[in-house]
């Protein structure tokens, strides 16, 4: 009932008249469970606990802390299906909190026309909605409600319904690459990566592994080295109990190219990191899709994930990685960064872009999976060949090889 979709988005000029319209259908309460559904002792296993806090809303405080319970169920709570952007405060606390709100944001959305956002201050809340202009985030404010008053909480309940309402439409014009802002994955290895808002945090079990990353990464700063992820900070103290962790940038997405046009522009990102890589003996050695990913903002992708990376050559087989994914000789001693080239090649073959068996790219991916690793071309080699392939479609966002 109170799920119901709209049949359509309406535009930013229409949600003000959205947002203030009544339940799709009356919220029926049969007279005899009145008491019940207005008593604070309500199980939370009815599906209109929300009720209760509107007429009998959680004690709040004057400090950010003791006011949670208040935002959550009056605020959050009737979303049912998701919680939009939001920006809170205690009463005491300085600092823009609309700006605040559009500062923290990296939009992620694609053509999605707005999103929902609100910001609080003590009892104070106020509804905003967000939106892509150009390159920059606007926030549009659309109510403020003040939920020490009753009136202010049923109203506040109105909108959250009606917001809910709206998010499976929303939802369905998110690109297909969509993730959530903060997830946490756990790897069987021992690390964990925390994907947060802009960065990406990654803790270890072992500081030997941290250390060892970290040599990659400032060698690959001090050549200047493209289409990588870049380490901001690193933490390992022997004398404190806090798991060794690095911080990376940027944040990208798991994307495969969803073209020709894109699969061009994806392996020129690879193949010029490599060309750099390859100039100061270093291989990365696990190049496939989940570990080249893409920016968040253009159609450009950037390697990540050095950690089984090492100079050339390798004297300690890649015993750990999955057969299938890999060079043969990987899974030797003393290979070296030729196995990088194999997986370019891999990259193609593993691709989402459709191509036919005579497509240029396709009969290249064979040259450069080659059994022999002799046989397999430069990363350099590579990189001039698809330019001299492709320069109509890379020229105008590279810089030529």
């Known amino acids: 009932m109170l799920k119901k979709p709209p049949e359509f988005i309406p535009p930013r000029e229409g949600l003000l008249t959205y947002f203030q319209q009544p339940p799709v259908q009356p919220i029926e309460i049969h007279p005899t469970d009145y008491d019940r559904y207005f008593r604070p002792e309500i199980s939370s296993k009815n599906s209109f606990k929300f009720i209760t806090y509107i007429v009998c809303p959680p004690d709040a ?178 004398n404190e109990t806090i798991i060794p962790f690095m911080i990376f940038s940027p944040k990208g997405v798991i994307c495969k190219p969803q073209s020709k046009t894109q699969l061009i522009k994806a392996l020129c990102c690879v193949l010029t990191a490599l060309k750099a890589l390859h100039k100061i003996k270093i291989m990365h050695r696990d190049i496939r899709w989940e570990n080249v990913l893409k920016c968040i903002d253009k159609d450009k992708w950037f390697i990540i994930d050095f950690d089984d990376a090492c100079y050339n050559t390798s004297v300690t087989p890649g015993a750990h990685l999955v057969k299938e994914n890999h060079a043969l000789e990987i899974f030797e001693s003393n290979h070296n960064e030729r196995v990088d080239i194999w997986s370019v090649g891999f990259l193609i073959r593993t691709t989402s872009v459709k191509l036919e068996e005579s497509d240029e790219l396709k009969i290249y991916s064979k040259k450069l999976m080659a059994k022999n690793k002799f046989d397999r071309p430069t990363a350099e080699e590579g990189l001039q060949w698809i330019w001299n392939e492709y320069k109509d479609i890379l020229r105008e966002d590279f810089l030529e090889a």
């Not at 009463?91 to 559009?102: C, Q």
């Not at 992620?108 to 920059?136: D, K, N």
């Not at 270890?204 to 040599?215: E, G, P, R």
């Open 61 to 238: 405080g004057t400090t950010k802390d003791s006011l949670h319970a208040l935002w959550d169920m009056v605020v959050v709570k009737p979303f049912k299906i998701g919680s939009p952007q939001k920006e809170e405060k205690g009463p005491d606390t300085e600092g823009n909190l609309a700006e605040e709100l559009i500062k923290k944001l990296t939009w992620t959305y694609g053509q999605c026309p707005y999103i929902f956002g609100y910001y609080a201050r003590a009892t104070t809340v106020t509804y905003c909605y967000l939106y892509l202009e150009g390159e920059q985030v606007l926030r549009k404010d659309l109510f403020i409600y003040y939920l020490n008053e009753l009136s202010g909480r049923i109203q506040a309940f109105i909108v959250g319904i009606n917001i809910g309402r709206l998010l499976p439409l929303l939802c369905q014009t998110l690109p297909h690459y969509f993730q959530r802002e903060f997830v946490i994955l756990h790897r069987s290895n021992g690390k964990v990566v925390e994907l947060m808002q802009k960065d990406v945090i990654k803790r270890y079990l072992l500081k030997q592994s941290v250390i060892y990353a970290q040599v990659i990464y400032d060698a690959m700063s001090n050549f200047n080295v493209s289409f990588v992820d870049q380490l901001v900070r690193v933490h390992v103290n022997e």
